[in-house]
């Protein structure tokens, strides 16, 4: 029986166990910018739980980005002592932790918010290289790669979804083109940095002419057959509510996608028990899931359902602190 604390192997990590914390909003700063010592506690908790990996809050590349106020920073002076300390933290716990770029809208130079139909090939080399540099910056403060998040409504889902891009060059048209950029920033990365390289992916767009479910399934395709090390499945918005028979929305997805690649693919959203992944993990080829909210609502809840071999998270579903755009638990902090 597969079971969410078994030790497996995730592309190049060995994990202590099948959990993935992702994201949440702790850009809890001090004059300065520095990080407050509440969010290196915060890791210091993950970590020490039992989870299997770390992806971090998103962070921006401009700070004239949508959620650049609420997100973690790499562009100030204590950039690499503080994340340095973060990541020695979870290694410490042996937990590898990817850092995760995300942004809204993207300035080329020219326009601040300039959309994918806008960009030219000037802009799309900068884009890819501050996205290489960004890269190497987590590097530099310890993270064991990057997760490039092209997922939700952000730039790169909007670059690679017909929906969005209507380009008539190499970068858009057919499937291939539209990804090229981001198959272009895995390949450079792969090259100057060789260091894990995980995307984010929406399972579907939902809108008119939008990415589809087979498409994404292609695109999933193309970043493996190009190097991407692991997937992270989600959708356009959090609400969750196109699942078949109540089962979990991106389950036959989530399969069909291990089925195919031979790189992890991470199942996420609105899982909260024990009982529920084990059934996954035992009915399904699926091995690995990700969680947010039940990290917000007790940072160190593994730890409890370890010891039990059971457990279901206290969090009870407000969304107070995704509105709020906070990592604190509006009901039990
Ligand atoms: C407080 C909070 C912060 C979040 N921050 C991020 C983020 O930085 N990056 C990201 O990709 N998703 C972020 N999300 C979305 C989650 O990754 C996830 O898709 C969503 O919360 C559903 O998962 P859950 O039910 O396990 O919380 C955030 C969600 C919450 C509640
Ligand atoms: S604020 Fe609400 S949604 Fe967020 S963790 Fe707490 S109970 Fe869950």
Redesign the pocket.
Known sequence: MKDIFDQVQFANFSLKSRIIR????ERETEDGGFIKPSVFDRYENISKSGVGLI????FALDPKDR?YHY??NMNYKGFIKDYKQITEIAHKNEVPILG?L?FFFYDDGVNQKAEPNDLTVEGIRKLQAEIVIAAKKFSFAGFDGI?I?M??NFYLARFINPYFNQRTDDYGGNTENRVRVVVEIIKLIKKMLGCHVSF?INAVDGRKGGMTLDESFEIAKIFAKNGADSV?I?ART?S?NFGEDGGHAFLSYANRLVNELDIPIIL?????DMKTMNEILNTTNIGFF?????F?AQADFLSEWKEKGDGVSR?KGC?N??AK???KCFQFD
């Open positions: 992702t994201g949440g909003w992806v971090s809050e998103m959620f997100c973690a995760q995300a997760q998040n997922a939700h984010r992270q989600t959090i969750f996420g959203g609105t899982l909260r990700s969680l947010v909210k039940p917000v969090c969304n602190c995704y755009k906070e990592s």
